[in-house]
Nanobody, 121 residues
């Protein structure tokens, strides 16, 4: 599975962005998909994950109510809708595919190149 994230950019605090992660291969629908982020000088952290079927989602506490993860298995794409963005959301956001919807990045098998999100105050 090859993954490519897109949709990052510069946005003011309170604004919105939608990230997309396009996957190649015919097995996309069998993978849980996660979004992770890494801010400068910090470790990679979990943001959100969605099960293979899309029936279950789980979020980092600080993004609950602001971010929504979704997927379209017909388009081999997972999305991260980010609303009410804050400067502390600034990071490189990456998508990953794994067999089980964990929050631990070490449990994921495939990673895409990230996309930079910058939130100005």
């Amino acid at each position: 599975v090859q993954l490519q994230a897109s949709g990052g950019g510069l946005v003011q605090a309170g604004g919105s962005l939608r990230l997309s992660c396009a996957a190649s291969g015919r097995t996309f629908s069998s993978y849980a998909m996660g979004w992770f982020r890494q801010a400068p000088g910090k470790e990679r952290e979990f943001v959100a994950v969605i099960s293979a079927s899309g029936g279950s989602t789980y979020y980092k506490d600080s993004v609950k109510g602001r971010f929504t993860i979704s997927r379209d298995n017909a388009k081999n794409t997972v999305y991260l809708q980010m609303n009410s963005l804050k400067p502390e959301d600034t990071a490189v956001y990456s998508c990953a595919a794994g067999r089980v919807p964990y929050s631990d990045p070490n449990k994921y098998d495939y990673w895409g190149r990230g996309t930079l999100v910058t939130v100005s105050s």
